[in-house]
């Protein structure tokens, strides 16, 4: 692959490495800063905001409201895909890469200062709702971008799934660091941690965001969009041109998501609405067991997209669906038994099978789209799964629970998931080793690939 930036000489090879170098740090600080403050709001949902915005309710409907606004952040996801995706495809990743970063931790800080319903009433609450369509735009222009801007300064074309998984490593690394801000903050005495304690977190995101924007702003545009910038190959409506050309793509990336993103959801934020609830279990137990779910995934989601390398992104990528659609079965079974040592460790090993998708899966959706609609096609493709799968689900866990009174009714819906996805993903391409520089209807004849169209 040349490495070229516009009225540029080519960067040595010594230089180039140290480009990818700082682009995957930059990427995987950047999306950890993202998740951190997505992942925030999710465990304080369960644990504070129905109690503080919804206090008038029944516990179980606070929940429901609660998680609805929830899930207004996923609604938002694929707006943020589209508007950023349209965005990253015209000026570059790394320009669309800064506004995503202050759009979300601006976003964040602000849920810090929401006052309750004892104070403004429902307004608490409605202000909650708009903060979090704005985390969701935010969160929903990230991830491509970080992706991209990892995968697409990868020197060669055998380690692309293993460069591309470390944006991912940013969900399990914004996982723990949220999880722990909580824990901390929960040892406070008495009613501080419901007054004040639970604010602290939100409020110290905006050092995270300094840090983020520092390190993103020194790092060079990647090579495949400077050249397509260079070749003036630019479209001039990227969003709308990948709908028309790979809506297919776009679908199946969705759907190949729902194994891994509605279980993940039920495993990390539905739980502890059910595990306090139902299972009577600590707070503290759960916040933990999160916590070491998400250091085991520090080591899987890098090393499953290693393995995505050797064996095929798809290969991987199914035998994890697979994994997680009988996981749930195992997983009820476990957390049942209201035994502190099987709850924590079903919840550890529910992010094994997760790893198994989620390494590879950066790169199995990427590399489907041709380098001029990438950043639209993977963002929808990645963000609509939001709307159908990680939105609905803490909702879904909540409403099977409360009619059929059984773990097993969700771990049944988990298991739909998929099979779902195990259909979509057999029927996405699979690049893996493949080059993905050129243009795919440059580099391949016209009927080779479906939706290609000689330019």
């Known amino acids: ?69 929830y899930a207004v952040g996923f609604i938002a996801r694929p707006v943020g895909a589209a508007i950023f995706g349209h965005y990253g495809d015209r000026i570059g990743r790394k320009a669309t890469l800064i506004v995503t970063l202050l759009l979300m931790g601006l976003a964040t800080f602000a849920v810090a200062f929401v006052p309750t319903y004892a104070t403004i009433g429902i307004w608490g609450a409605v202000l909650l709702t708009i903060l979090r369509f704005i985390q969701g735009v935010g969160v929903g222009g990230e991830w491509g971008g970080s992706v991209l801007m990892s995968m697409e300064w990868a020197r060669t074309n055998a380690h692309r799934g293993f460069v591309a998984s470390w944006p991912q490593f940013g969900v399990p690394a914004g996982l723990f660091i949220a999880n722990l801000a909580v824990l901390a903050m929960s040892q406070l005495s008495g009613s501080a941690f419901l007054t004040w304690g639970w604010r602290v977190p939100f409020f110290l995101s905006i050092v ?27 479209e001039k409506a990227p969003t709308l041109e990948v709908i028309r050309r790979q809506p297919k793509d776009i679908l199946l990336s969705a759907l190949s998501r729902m194994a891994e993103q509605a279980p993940f959801y039920i495993f990390t934020a539905f739980v502890f609405t059910y595990g306090v609830r139902t299972l009577g279990a600590s707070r503290d137990l759960l916040l933990t067991a999160v916590l070491a779910a998400s250091l085991l995934e520090f080591v899987t989601i890098p090393l499953f997209g290693h393995v995505s390398d050797l064996i095929g992104r798809k290969r991987m990528y199914m035998i994890g669906a697979a994994m997680a659609g009988l996981f749930g079965f195992v ?105 993905i520089s050129r243009e795919y209807d440059e580099a391949r004849t016209m009927g080779d690939h479906g939706h290609a169209h000689a330019r």
């Open 331 to 435: 997983y009820f079974a476990m957390v049942d038994t209201k035994n502190p040592t099987w709850i924590f460790a079903a919840i550890v090993l529910s992010l094994v099978p997760h790893s198994m998708m989620y390494g590879p899966q950066a790169a199995l959706i990427a590399e489907t789209f041709t380098g001029r609609l990438r950043y639209s096609g993977a963002s929808l493709g990645y963000q609509l799964a939001s709307v159908i799968a990680g939105g609905p689900a803490p909702l879904i866990a909540t409403a099977l629970f409360a009619y059929y009174h059984s773990g097993y009714a969700i771990a049944a819906y988990v298991f739909v998931c998929a099979v779902i996805s195990l259909v979509a993903a057999s029927r996405l391409g699979d690049y893996t080793n493949r080059d």
């Open 208 to 234: 995270l965001v300094a840090i983020g924007l520092y390190i993103r702003l020194n790092i060079l545009e990647t090579p495949i969009f400077a050249r397509l910038l260079a070749e003036r190959k630019i």
């Open 1 to 69: 692959m040349d490495t070229v930036q516009p009225g540029a000489t080519p960067l040595s090879e010594e230089d180039a490495h140290r480009q990818l170098r700082r682009a995957v740090i930059a990427s995987t600080i950047g999306t950890t800063i993202e998740w951190y403050d997505f992942f925030l709001y999710s465990t304080v949902t369960g644990l504070v905001f129905a109690k503080l915005y919804f206090p008038e309710s029944d516990p179980l409907v606070g929940t429901l409201q609660a998680f609805l606004i």
